[in-house]
């Protein structure tokens, strides 16, 4: 399966589409044409490859003026080519642990997993400020595949800032377990020293994660 997967996505300007748009709420020809400095039309015969393959579909977005511009998307399809910690094997122990011990035990085990999450990136950060510290954590999860961004608040003595990240590798875990998503919430409070609330924006297979701090 994920040998065909890798033949289907072997143009590499196919995977760096696929990237783009997984760090969008969609976009259109011209704008990953200007992203990825290649021609309109070079782009425009990438996403309709895409598309028929599965990876892609299109939405009519709404504009300021004018009429409503064609822009792509990722499809839920697209989600193999990011980690996934959530698979069959570590949902089935969890649940398998459940069944024998009762729902607190794999709730401990979701714990011990974000307490040792927690320690490593304590180690990690570099930082004074909460902003400081929220910069780098963004930088490491970014590396770690989270394609993670930090995002300074605008407005004259504003003092907050957010992480957005466009990939979990937690999906079919969050699903069955979602206290662990609250864990990784109070993970970023511990590693940050400041409040953060956690919010999910999602449109088709586009999917946001904004820890809002401060």
Known sequence: MFLKILRDIAKPQ???IIIHLKQSTGM???ELSKALGMSYMGIKQHCVELEKRGYLDTWRRPKKVGRPEKAYRLTHKADLFFPQLGNDFALGMLDSLSNMQGEAAAEKILFGYFKERTDYYKKKVKGETSQDLAASLAKIRHSEGYLSE???EDGPGTAGCRIVEYHT????LAGKYPILLRMEEQMFERILNA???RMEERASALVRFVFHVG
């Open 14 to 16: 196919w995977f760096e």
């Open 28 to 30: 259109s020809v011209a």
């Open 150 to 152: 930090f995002i300074q």
């Open 169 to 172: 590798p937690f999906g079919d």
């Open 195 to 197: 409040p953060v609330k």
